[in-house]
């Protein structure tokens, strides 16, 4: 079954309204989680890594006022979109590390936001 | 730049017939290779990886991959497909940094025909 959830799984909006995606680790904490990116036919591009309890860190040339994370517990970390632009319509997924199993990532199903 | 190709976007092909999903890197001291699986309406799963050791990695399912660092590449292969693998695959390369430096491939879409 599922270990990372994802809501909502799609998601369409108005210009200029923000958005807000939540991650959630199901049966184990995370102390962090990734953020990516995927445009259609594209590959996943990390956007940034979301750490419990401090400020998340951004991959060059993704907007930090733009992207909000907020990682408030151990279990769920959120994503905000803020003032959406059709620029901003993709597929937006994220990952969990599990300590107790090295080198591998949990992948939540993915948000598709579709901005008009 | 550090960089991950899949040069076929999609492959179609027979039930039970062999097939082999190539993926290329670029040149780097150390790299660690995974191929991760999304099914339909899924998340991405990791198939199989390399870390170290053996350079021939197998899934529980039949897929292998083998690291060539020569060729730079770390193709996945199975001898005989089912029409549950279809999905789609991404190969990733993690450069030596921290676990969530992946990069990943465009995918290949592998679409198995009865």
């Known amino acids: 079954g599922a270990v990372v959830s994802q809501h909502p799984s799609w998601v369409i909006c108005k210009s200029g309204t923000s958005v807000k995606i939540e991650c959630r680790s199901l049966?184990?904490?995370?102390?962090?989680m990734f953020w990516y990116r995927q445009f259609p036919k594209q590959s996943l591009m990390l956007m940034a890594t979301?750490?419990?309890?401090?400020?998340?860190?951004?991959e060059q040339g993704v907007e930090k006022d733009k992207f909000l994370i907020n990682h408030a517990s151990l279990t769920l970390s959120t994503l905000t979109v803020t003032s959406a632009h059709p620029e901003d319509s993709s597929f937006y997924i994220c990952?969990?590390?599990?300590?107790?199993?090295?080198?591998?990532?949990?992948f939540g199903p993915g948000t598709r936001l579709t901005v008009l | 730049a550090q960089s991950v190709t899949q040069l076929d976007s999609q492959v179609p092909v027979f039930e039970e017939a062999p097939v082999e999903l190539r993926c290329n890197y670029s040149?780097?001291?150390?790299?660690?290779l995974f191929w991760y699986v999304q099914y339909p309406n899924q998340g991405l799963q990791l198939l199989l990886k390399?870390?170290?050791?053996?350079?021939l990695v197998k899934s529980i399912n039949g897929f292998e991959a083998e690291f060539n660092k020569s060729q730079t590449s770390f193709h996945l292969r199975k001898p005989s497909v089912h029409i549950s693998d279809t999905a789609e695959y991404f190969c990733?390369?993690?450069?030596?940094?921290?676990?969530?430096?992946?990069?990943f491939g465009k995918g290949t879409k592998l679409s198995v025909k009865p």
């Open positions: 990952s969990a590390p599990r300590t107790s199993i090295p080198d591998t990532q949990y």
């Open positions: 049966d184990f904490q995370a102390t962090t």
């Open positions: 979301s750490n419990e309890g401090s400020k998340a860190t951004y």
């Open positions: 040149s780097s001291v150390s790299v660690y």
């Open positions: 390399y870390l170290s050791g053996s350079t």
């Open positions: 990733a390369v993690n450069y030596g940094g921290s676990q969530g430096n992946l990069i």
